[in-house]
């Protein structure tokens, strides 16, 4: 196999996915990354196999930052405490009984009137920016949506929201696998110690008086499930709140971008809203707002004439596999009657994104709300991305009015 003189990945950003991505695929579709420190799997067919293979477990983030900290000499408790109770990656037997509870907990949510809540709330969104002319669809509409969505699980006071999602905005870069500088390790910490302080707090306030809020209904789960301590029970929600949050806000700004962009999409679309949810499960195709995950082998394997051993960590690049054209006819554009495999958006296998349901649901009225403008248009202002390379949201999408 023909090797590169350097890991593409090291240039890895929102604008050079698709041709690093096509090169990965071509030259090098199983190979081993500097820059992540991991085999990296960028195929559809090795990517899939991998997320269902029964020996696949997720990494353990938790002992590489115990390893960190020693080598280091910093205090990580709180990164440490929150990267152990990240449902994602936890391990058997204790990674069942923690989905079963926030599974359960997640189907709460569709008993808070939460459709029409979530309607109102957009359209306030939309009406505030039609009265100004202009709309940011990222800070200003996706962001909004998914905290209020999660706030609203969760019972937070929505005078707490805008701090506690500025917080979850830091603490997603744990998800870079970039080793950061220690100044950022550090910013970390004290992110997760925030927020972890703020759940502990929530649920003892529950303890006394529960309600019918999620953080209500995870206390009686976790009681029956887990035995948890209320500390370990806010690290799960820590991880709870920062994953619906980040990701579903990069993913309702992303499908506008893509709406947006594509005059014929948004005609079409306008004209048959029935096409609504095939159209959003492209979008978030090409999307893909987690672009890998992380797993190993309790075994050793061999794919594409390399050799992985058991325990070596193996990153998955999920948004590669979902523009792969051996899986994927014209993989770069949506397609709304598209037959084939499923895509990869959500993972697969015993790891998949529980919340794919919400987060899907969300989009979609998302962009059902903005096909009810017809006058909204991008501005001329490019829009702006963050520089992360794995969880990397748009932070500046400018739209107006007219």
Not at 50 to 73: K, T, V
Not at 160 to 165: A, N
Not at 296 to 307: K, P, T
Request: aromatic share 6%; glycine share 6%.
């Amino acid at each position: 196999m023909p090797a590169l003189s350097y890991d593409p990945l090291s240039e890895l950003g929102p604008a050079s996915r698709g041709r690093i991505y096509a090169e990965l695929r071509e030259r090098m579709p199983v190979y081993k990354s500097s820059v992540l420190a991991a085999w990296v799997l960028t195929r559809y067919a090795d990517v899939s196999t991998i997320l269902r293979h029964p020996d696949a477990l997720a990494f353990e983030l938790a002992s590489f930052l115990r390893a960190l900290s020693q080598r280091g000499n910093l205090d990580l408790t709180s990164l440490i405490e929150f990267c152990s109770s990240i449902s994602l990656l936890t391990r058997p037997p204790r990674h069942e009984p923690v989905r079963r509870m926030l599974t359960q907990a997640l189907g709460r949510i569709w008993r808070m009137n939460l459709p029409e809540r979530l309607e109102l709330h957009a359209d306030q969104l939309l009406a505030s920016g039609e009265r100004q002319g202009v709309i940011d669809l990222a800070a200003g509409y996706g962001c909004p949506l998914a905290l209020f969505v999660i706030g609203t699980f969760f019972g937070v006071p929505e005078d707490d929201l805008r701090e506690l999602g500025a917080l979850a905005r830091d603490l997603i870069t744990v998800f870079e696998r970039v080793v950061p500088s220690v100044s950022t390790v550090i910013k970390l910490d004290k992110a997760a110690a925030a927020l972890i302080e703020y759940f502990v707090r929530l649920i003892a306030s529950r303890r006394q008086n529960s309600g019918d809020d999620g953080t209500s209904l995870i206390v009686r789960l976790a009681d029956e499930y887990l035995g948890c301590s209320d500390q370990e029970l806010a690290g799960y929600c820590t991880f709870f709140f920062v994953a619906a949050e980040e990701t579903t806000a990069s993913a309702i700004s992303g499908a506008a971008l893509i709406l947006l962009q594509r005059q014929s999409l948004r005609a079409r679309l306008s004209h048959d809203p029935s096409q609504l949810p095939n159209a959003v499960g492209e979008m978030l195709r090409l999307l893909t707002p987690v672009q890998w995950v992380a797993r190993q082998l309790r075994i050793d394997v061999s794919l594409e004439g390399q050799l992985i051993r058991a325990g070596e960590p193996i990153v998955l690049m999920l948004g590669a596999a979902n523009r792969d054209p051996a899986a994927f006819s014209n993989p770069d554009e949506p397609v709304l009657d598209r037959n084939g495999p499923e895509s990869l958006v959500f993972a697969a296998g015993p790891y998949r994104c529980i919340g794919a349901q919400l987060a899907t649901f969300e989009v979609e009225l998302a962009i059902r709300k903005l096909l009810e403008k017809p006058h909204i248009r991008l501005s001329s202002d490019s829009p702006v991305w963050t520089d992360r390379r794995n969880i990397a949201p748009l932070l500046q999408l400018q739209a107006c009015f007219g």
